[in-house]
């Protein structure tokens, strides 16, 4: 034990130290935060400072500019995005000089129209396109105007609403019990995953998926290298052959936690700046609604799904000889790992279906299926114990079978041993 908890420590220090750790830690946080502030910059850069001024021309359709102007009344100034500035008629020289000068930002104008049919709308500015709140705003806003228009009054302010407010679908976790979808309370309640829980559940899943592969191929990378080097033949007689194995799978595990840290320590930062609370609240995102369940079972299945792709990990790179066929040799494991990655991605709107029920019992996939299922699915607590019962199992065999391996192959040199050689190989030694 003394001597893994020293190769232990000498993996860790020792990828912490080297500048390829630091340079890839730190493009990754920066990468983070920039997705996490595009929306700032975006309106940086566009130049959004405020509600944008829209010119309203009086003169084709009196009705229609009257409609609009009482809409936003009725919203309330810079609820809407934009401010009304009224014209009587369409100088279009007027309106340019207003627009060079600053006074408005573009201009609405009304087409004739024909009977029962609700004029076109356009839009002049000086820049090429519009933007999209902006474009949002608009069209809300046009959207209530043309129902009032159609039905020319013979609907209440109150119908009004209802007619333009989109068709709210909630779902509804069904607990049997008499045939009827029930609470707690023995009602009938509706309930459905908080919008963070989405976004965490794939922040997990990325994490799950970037940190598995990072530190899987510095393994298989850091195993071969002392191989290719004939650096092996000494490091193995001092340490056993397993406990260099074990040693560095805990020590890379120990730094992929601590890239876990940084980047929930970098994320924790981004959402804590004032320019990025609005945000938030526009998403429908409460912090306060995060379910402890999904990041303490996201934890947990991360930590055995590690286990298990590591020591593949390092099997495969005790088999190779030369760094340069590392690439291929470990493509079945990036595969298997990539195949989880797209199954808990693409399954994330559909938390209960079979593809994922199934997905639970395979070890392989299991870790980023019951993520997905637990953050944002109906899973029993009998499913989670089976599907985590496989996975341990799972990795008692895949490390002892990669035990056998490595102590084998970090020995065999030249080409890559057959399935036959290395087995002949594997009962020459007993773990």
């Keep these: 034990m003394n001597k893994m908890s020293t190769v232990i420590g000498f993996t860790f220090l020792n990828k912490i130290r080297a500048k390829s750790f630091t340079i890839t830690t730190l493009i990754l946080a920066l990468l983070v935060t920039v997705g996490m502030n595009v929306p700032y910059f975006i309106d940086k850069f566009t130049g959004d400072d405020g509600p944008a001024a829209i010119g309203l021309i009086h003169s084709n359709q009196p009705e229609l500019a009257g409609s609009l102007i009482a809409y936003q009344e009725k919203q309330g100034q810079g609820a809407t995005g934009f401010t009304l500035v009224e014209y009587d008629q369409a100088d279009e020289q007027v309106l340019q000089n207003d627009i060079e000068n600053g006074k408005i930002d573009g201009y609405l104008q009304f087409g004739e129209g024909t009977e029962g049919a609700f004029p076109t709308v356009t839009y002049i500015s000086k820049k090429d396109s519009i933007s999209q709140g902006l474009q949002a705003s608009l069209q809300s806003a046009l959207q209530s105007v043309k129902a009032e228009y159609i039905t020319k009054g013979t609907l209440s302010d109150e119908q009004l609403a209802a007619l333009t407010s989109p068709v709210q679908i909630e779902a509804i976790k069904q607990a049997v019990s008499g045939g009827e979808a029930t609470g707690a309370s023995g009602e009938v309640k509706p309930e459905k995953a908080a919008t963070i829980n989405y976004v965490i559940v794939y922040v997990l899943v990325i994490l799950f998926f970037m940190t598995i592969m990072m530190t899987g191929n510095m393994i298989a990378a850091e195993v071969t290298a002392e191989k290719s080097s004939r650096i092996m033949e000494i490091l193995i007689t001092s340490v056993s052959p397993m406990a260099q194995m074990f040693g560095k799978i805990i020590g890379m595990f120990f730094i992929g936690l601590f890239q876990i840290v940084i980047f929930a320590a970098v994320i924790a930062i981004n959402v804590a700046l004032p320019h990025n609370r609005p945000v938030l609240a526009d998403f429908n995102m409460d912090l306060s609604q995060i379910s402890v369940e999904v990041l303490v079972f996201g934890l947990i299945f991360y930590i055995l799904g590690y286990f298990l792709y590591a020591t593949l990990f390092a099997a495969i790179g005790s088999l190779v000889s030369r760094t340069e066929e590392l690439g291929q040799a470990i493509m079945p494991i990036t595969m298997l790992s990539l195949a989880a990655f797209y199954i808990g991605i693409f399954s994330m709107a559909a938390p209960n279906s079979t593809l994922l029920k199934v997905s639970n019992y395979i070890p392989f996939f299991s870790p980023v299926s019951m993520i997905v299922r637990v953050g944002l699915g109906n899973t029993p607590v009998w499913e989670i114990l089976i599907s985590m019962a496989i996975l341990i ?39």
């Excluded at 030249?414 to 050689?421: F, H, I, T, Y």
Aim: charged share 25%.
């Design 393 to 431: 199992v799972a990795i008692l065999i895949f490390g002892w079978l990669s035990a056998k391996i490595y102590r084998t192959g970090v020995l065999l040199y030249g080409k890559r041993p057959s399935l036959k050689e290395l087995r002949k190989a594997m009962r020459a030694y007993k773990i």
